[in-house]
């Protein structure tokens, strides 16, 4: 990718993000009333998105070819039991990040 | 009241002192998210540059762009072929969240003038969680506050982010799986979300349309079906969690 095609990318990206963000205040802005089911959307979809954001991120990944996807899986638990017990979402996410490259690169090689 | 001022100085005194109190009164409440946006963004910065990418890209899209997944995947778009169409279109699929976040700041940006530019352009996970659960203080303005948070979070961001890059080169170890940071954080985020009983079913049906979806069109081709999947699922849960989980 050249030079300027990076630089229109890079905006392209940052157009859609701030997109995302704004809608719902161009789609309503003061005064008009939201309906019930996009509020209804608005309580359970964070959830679901982030569940969808974990699959996204593991995409690469093939269960049925070595390395079976067990680094992953491996630092996902940690990571998990780590924020279960102890709530410190920055231990959890350093802790996790350490395994995993620790595995990728020293285990499943 | 000190009659040898000028009929100026205090409103501007005013003015000063309530952004100096803003961001006094912010501060504080920002510190785990600085923590946080100075190690993911060194992660992405140092991501970004093992691509080839200097400091000072780090720094463009930290500024511009502001925001942590899809600052990763923006790696990969960024070493994959030029596509701005179908980045578009994967930018407004992996930032969909963001767009009912705004629907849930619809009330309390009301009447915020000028500021609510910058502030929807910094509506990231973690600042509107600071927004949701910090209450502002009594004597300071609602906006300047929440803009305090806003520009805060932005400043660590794009530290963290043009620090990653800088270093990146100059590290010796090996950063080979260092993107795992998006995974671990959207996993962490899921098990306290998971503490709430209401969020479960939304999670799993996450979970299950996204891994069908992968299964079925790809890694390639998944993510659009998947979002309507999982949209699908939810309207049709609506009674049923309306029912034991929500209020209406």
Redesign the interface.
């Known amino acids: 990718?050249?030079f300027s095609?990076?630089i229109?990318?890079?905006?392209?990206?940052?157009?859609?993000?701030?997109?995302?963000?704004?809608?719902?205040?161009l789609l309503?802005p003061?005064g008009r009333a939201?309906p019930?089911?996009?509020?209804?959307?608005?309580?359970?979809?964070?959830?679901?998105?982030?569940?969808?954001?974990?699959?996204?991120?593991?995409?690469?990944v093939e269960p049925l070819e070595p390395p079976y996807g067990l680094?992953?899986l491996a630092?996902?638990i940690l990571?998990?039991v780590l924020?279960?017990f102890f709530?410190i979402?920055?231990l959890?996410?350093?802790a996790?990040?350490a395994a995993?490259?620790l595995?990728?690169?020293w285990v499943f090689v | 009241m000190d009659e040898t001022q000028s009929p100026h100085s205090e409103p501007e005194r005013e003015l000063s002192s309530s952004w100096a109190a803003a961001f006094q009164a912010a501060f504080p409440h920002t510190i785990?998210v600085m923590?946080?946006y100075l190690?993911?963004g060194m992660?992405f910065g140092i991501l970004l540059q093992s691509q080839g990418?200097s400091q000072w890209?780090a720094l463009?899209?930290s500024v511009?762009?502001?925001?942590g997944?899809?600052q990763f995947v923006?790696v990969d778009?960024?070493?994959?072929?030029?596509a701005?169409f179908s980045?578009?279109?994967?930018?407004?699929m992996?930032?969909?969240?963001?767009?009912?976040?705004?629907?849930?700041?619809?009330d309390i940006?009301?009447?915020f003038g000028r500021l609510?530019g910058y502030l929807?352009?910094g509506?990231t996970d973690e600042t509107f969680s600071l927004i949701c659960s910090v209450p502002p203080p009594p004597a300071i303005p609602r906006d300047r506050f929440y803009l305090a948070l806003t520009i805060l979070d932005h400043i660590y961001w794009i530290s963290g982010c043009t620090l990653g890059a800088f270093l990146g080169s100059r590290l010796s170890f090996?950063?080979?799986?260092?993107d795992?940071?998006?995974?671990?954080?959207?996993?962490?985020?899921?098990?306290?979300?998971w503490r709430q009983k209401?969020?479960?079913?939304?999670?799993?049906?996450?979970?299950a349309?996204?891994?069908l979806c992968?299964f079925l069109f790809g890694?390639e081709n998944?993510?659009l079906p998947?979002?309507a999947l999982?949209?699908l699922l939810?309207?049709l849960g609506?009674s049923f969690?309306?029912g034991r989980f929500?209020e209406?």
């Not at chain 1, 990318?9 to 719902?24: Q, S």
């Not at chain 1, 019930?36 to 690469?60: E, Q």
């Not at chain 2, 090996?174 to 260092?178: K, V």
């Open positions: 990718m050249s095609q990076a229109i990318t890079v905006l392209v990206i940052a157009a859609g993000t701030l997109a995302t963000r704004a809608l719902a205040f309503f003061a939201v019930s089911c996009i509020s209804y959307l608005g309580k359970v979809l964070p959830s679901a998105t982030i569940a969808l954001l974990i699959v996204y991120c593991v995409k690469h680094a992953e630092a996902i990571v998990a924020q279960h709530k979402m920055l959890s996410i350093i996790g990040t995993y490259m595995l990728l690169q | 785990a923590t946080g190690f993911m992660a990418y890209w463009f899209m511009v762009i502001y925001a997944a899809m923006a778009v960024l070493t994959s072929p030029f701005p980045a578009f279109i994967l930018t407004l992996v930032n969909a969240r963001h767009v009912f976040y705004g629907f849930s700041l619809l940006f009301k009447g609510k929807i352009f509506l090996n950063t080979r799986g260092i795992f940071v998006m995974t671990a954080l959207f996993v962490a985020i899921l098990v306290e979300q209401r969020n479960r079913p939304p999670a799993l049906a996450g979970l349309a996204t891994g992968l890694p998944f993510i998947a979002m999982v949209v939810l309207i609506r969690m309306e929500l209406r």
